[in-house]
């Protein structure tokens, strides 16, 4: 499975920014998805994640209110919608498909990554 992430860019605080992961082929429909990012420096971290059937979700308390994420299993693409970016948003950011249906917030249950994404918040 491939995935590719998509949609990030340079942003003013405040502003919205949408990022896409589209995967190689359909088996990710029955997979749960999440989004993480890494700061430099830091260790990736977090940020959400959604059921197979896009019914459950999770997000980071930091994210939380913020930031949605949703997908589309005809399209085999996942979005994070992200709203009243700040500049501690700023970082790679990395779709994954986890090896179960159930949305997690731990690295570990996810087989595979995409390459990442880079999202830079101006204050």
């Known amino acids: 499975v491939q995935l590719q992430a998509s949609g990030g860019g340079l942003v003013q605080a405040g502003d919205s920014l949408r990022l896409s992961c589209a995967a190689s082929?359909?088996?990710?429909?029955?997979?749960?998805m999440g989004w993480f990012r890494q700061a430099p420096g830091k260790e990736r971290e977090f940020v959400a994640a959604i059921s197979w059937r896009g019914g459950d979700t999770s997000y980071s308390d930091s994210v939380k209110g913020r930031f949605t994420i949703s997908r589309d299993n005809a399209k085999n693409t996942v979005y994070l919608q992200m709203n009243s970016l700040k500049p501690e948003d700023t970082a790679a950011y990395y779709c994954?498909?986890?090896?179960?249906?159930?949305?997690?917030?731990?690295?570990?249950?996810?087989?595979?990554w995409g390459q990442g994404t880079q999202v830079t918040v101006s204050s």
């Open positions: 082929r359909r088996t990710v429909s029955n997979n749960a």
């Open positions: 994954a498909a986890a090896r179960g249906s159930v949305p997690s917030t731990s690295r570990s249950s996810y087989a595979y």
